[in-house]
């Protein structure tokens, strides 16, 4: 969540900003993608949780879906800065 604050000053002239921006798009990212594994770990070992799970596990994917989306995003507009 550090690189979405940082996304609204980027691109600046200073490298430590960009290198803490791209740390932090990676990090959200793998986060994410974790979240959504391990969410589906749990769906595919434990499918009969019952019906209280669900909103668990439908928050679980709406949240690891999102991360993975922003820092994709982010990892865009910072790979559009590169120099060629």
Do not use: K
């Amino acid at each position: 969540m550090l690189a979405l604050p940082l996304w609204l000053f980027y691109p600046s002239d200073q490298v430590w900003q960009g290198w803490l921006f791209l740390a932090g798009s990676i990090v959200a990212g793998l986060c994410g993608l974790s979240v959504l594994l391990l969410t589906a770990f749990d769906i595919i070992f434990h499918p009969r949780r019952g019906a209280r799970i669900r909103p668990v596990r439908a928050f679980d994917i709406v949240l690891g879906l999102g991360l993975v989306a922003l820092s994709l995003l982010q990892l865009q507009d910072y790979a559009g800065q590169l120099p060629v």
